[in-house]
């Protein structure tokens, strides 16, 4: 018979505010561009510094010259990605050519700037097929659109490099809805049981669509989730582009040091839409939200940084901007000069040998498009 004053077997409560209390914020730099922690900051110099100011300024416009171009029915799939540069840019930034990148959805910019041409992004987000024909030397796959499926291909891609004995390391993202897939947690735990050297980064931008990140897991963090895998978990300001930076160096240099994966959630936002599909942020999150976060600002912030140190003004803001546009401009009319891909190139690229009855569809098609 239980007694009415069973001593609890153990103290549940106090287990988990262990586990918690260890997943505080990384900051380096505040919303008013200072320094918060200086024995954090990363060794960058100057120029790398207004490198990585110009890469988050570039991509800014290219997310509003592509939603306009979507809008003008010139682009296909896009999922915009402002507010989310240091996340984004900065973790991209802490790598080599030789790392992999395994992209979701949103993670378009990484990838441009692992070398990806632009036309080439252009084209994938048309469905075109020359979008995902990577070039020889750019160790990126295009994103995936099935939510944490890169997880597990990350942790393949690390386990070959280890194998061959490669000084290099394989990077993916997902998001804080991608955080509750199995694939997820299949993917952090082969890695870590198998050592390798991964980085499995979480931008939690507090939405999956429209379920706040507060309805996705009784998690107080998504960091704190590397615990059950066994490997390090960090919880880093994702709109600081030096705290994203000297997280991910760092677990970078674990990594080739052999000491494993890391699991870095950025805590971010994005100032747009889900994608340019036509979901209306506006009925999930509130403008007090909006505002909150836009304080934040990952560019106002560097600026402000890079300005005190006397490393940024106003003519090197404009050359960039201009530089953007113009390398969008050249871009899509690279995209809009590929010739049209016919289903026989679909067919054709698809299979190193076409079965038989595909090859019947096929002759048919040929005959079709030789009209
Ligand atoms: C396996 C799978 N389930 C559902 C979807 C549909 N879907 C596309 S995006 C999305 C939300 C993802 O949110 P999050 O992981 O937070 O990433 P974010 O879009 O915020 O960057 C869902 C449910 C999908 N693409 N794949
Ligand atoms: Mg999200």
Same mark, same amino acid.
Request: charged share 15%; glycine share 8%.
């Given at each position: 018979? =239980?007694? /009415?004053? /069973?001593?609890? #077997?153990?103290?549940a409560k106090k287990q988990l505010e262990k586990v918690e209390e260890q997943f505080e914020t990384l900051q380096i730099l505040n919303e008013e561009g200072k320094v918060v922690n200086e024995s954090a900051m990363p060794d960058l110099s100057d120029e790398q510094l207004q490198e990585l100011m110009r890469r988050m300024v570039y991509t800014r416009i290219l997310d509003q010259r592509s939603i306009s171009l979507n809008r003008q029915g010139r682009l296909g799939f896009y999922a915009p990605t402002a507010g989310q540069e240091a996340s984004q840019l900065a973790s991209q930034f802490a790598l080599e050519k030789e790392d992999f990148i395994l992209p979701g959805y949103r993670d378009v910019p990484q990838i441009i700037w692992h070398g990806l041409p632009l036309s080439q992004a252009f084209l994938w987000s048309r469905g075109h097929f020359e979008g995902g024909n990577i070039p020889e030397g750019v160790n990126?796959? =295009?994103?995936?659109?099935? !939510?944490? =499926?890169?997880? !597990?291909? =990350? #942790?393949?891609v690390a386990l070959g490099m280890k194998k061959r004995g490669e000084k290099a390391v394989a990077i993916t993202y997902t998001g804080d809805g991608g955080a509750s897939q199995g694939d997820f947690y299949e993917g952090i735990n082969f890695a870590g049981a198998f050592q390798v050297p991964a980085i499995f980064i979480v931008q939690n931008n507090r939405f999956a669509i429209s379920t706040p990140v507060e309805k996705q897991s009784a998690a107080k963090t998504i960091a704190q989730k590397a615990v059950a895998a066994g490997i390090p978990g960090v919880q880093v300001d994702g709109m600081d582009p030096l705290a994203v930076y000297a997280a991910v160096h760092d677990a970078r240099e674990r990594a080739l040091n052999g000491e494993g994966p890391t699991l870095i959630e950025t805590l971010t936002y994005r100032y747009g839409p889900h994608t340019m599909a036509g979901d209306d942020p506006t009925r999930y999150r509130t403008s007090d939200l909006d505002n909150e976060w836009e304080k934040k600002d990952p560019l106002v912030r560097f600026r402000k940084f890079l300005e005190d140190k006397k490393l940024w003004n106003e003519d090197m803001e404009n050359e960039i901007i201009e530089k953007a546009k113009e390398d969008i401009k050249v871009a899509i009319k690279k995209a809009d000069d590929t010739p049209k891909q016919k289903v026989t190139d679909l067919m054709s690229i698809m299979y190193e040998e076409m079965p038989y009855n595909l090859k019947e569809q096929y002759e048919v098609y040929k005959e079709k498009e030789s009209k």
């Open positions: 018979m =239980a007694s /009415k004053t /069973k001593k609890a #077997a153990f103290d990126v796959i =295009a994103p995936q659109i099935i !939510i944490g =499926a890169q997880y !597990i291909q =990350a #942790a393949g």
